[in-house]
């Protein structure tokens, strides 16, 4: 099947820093790209929706000055918490669709000290 | 109301068991479902698609009621290594509606 990747996998930093997460298609085009968080026990959380080329749509209660997404290509979107706060450590995976199905990215663990 | 919503569990059998989860879900136009399974501190991983006439992949069934709005999960003769959480996946548009997932440990 498709293949999505993240980078990083993990990442520690101090309050106040921004931190960038890559989410990229291997082996398909996405024009649709979507960010989830997870908190521990919890569901999935859409945060916004990545398009090809155009800006992103956030979800309800989601910055968007905080969390920035660009998708700069058909097979890359990065998502950029800036300013991080201990309250914004979080499990954040991204997906792309293959026509029918979803894939998600192995997640990126945000760790704010 | 939530999109989706699943009992969370946790679900406690033994070895050999048989289990099943339900999720019911709000939109009525509601296009396509699917079952995922979720390790601890990975990913989703789709486990199967639900169609409209049921669909069974070796000891696991699915089964969608449009009429009564909800898909269950149906796992048979439960192995230790079924132990994850299972979450139920509705897509409506271009959207993806995740439940909360319902946990499952399969006891020796």
């Known amino acids: 099947g498709a293949v999505v990747s993240q980078h990083p996998s993990w990442v520690i930093c101090k309050s106040g820093t921004s931190v960038k997460i890559e989410c990229r298609s291997l082996?398909?085009?996405?024009?649709?790209m979507f960010w989830y968080r997870q908190f521990p026990k919890q569901s999935l959380m859409l945060m916004a929706t990545?398009?090809?080329?155009?800006?992103?749509?956030?979800e309800q209660g989601v910055e968007k000055d905080k969390f920035l997404i660009n998708h700069a290509s058909l097979t890359l979107s990065t998502l950029t918490v800036t300013s991080a706060h201990p309250e914004d450590s979080s499990f954040y995976i991204c997906?792309?669709?293959?026509?029918?199905?979803?894939?998600f990215g192995p997640g990126t663990r945000l760790t704010v000290l | 109301r939530k999109e989706v919503e699943q009992d969370p569990g946790p679900f406690n059998v033994p070895e050999g068991a048989t289990v099943a989860f339900n999720c019911t879900y709000s939109?009525?136009?509601?296009?396509?479902f699917f079952w995922y399974r979720q390790d601890c501190r990975k990913e989703p991983k789709l486990l199967m698609s639900?169609?409209?006439s049921g669909n069974e992949d070796g000891r696991f069934t699915a089964q969608l009621n449009r009429a009564s709005q909800y898909i269950s999960l149906l796992i048979r003769d439960s192995k230790l290594s079924d132990s994850a959480t299972y979450l139920c996946?509705?897509?409506?548009?271009?959207?993806?509606?995740f439940g909360t997932g319902t946990s499952l440990t399969v006891i020796p």
């Open positions: 997906s792309a669709r293959d026509f029918y199905e979803q894939f």
């Open positions: 082996d398909f085009q996405a024009t649709t």
């Open positions: 990545s398009n090809e080329g155009s800006k992103a749509t956030h």
């Open positions: 939109n009525s136009a509601s296009q396509s």
């Open positions: 639900v169609y409209s």
């Open positions: 996946v509705v897509n409506a548009g271009n959207q993806f509606y």
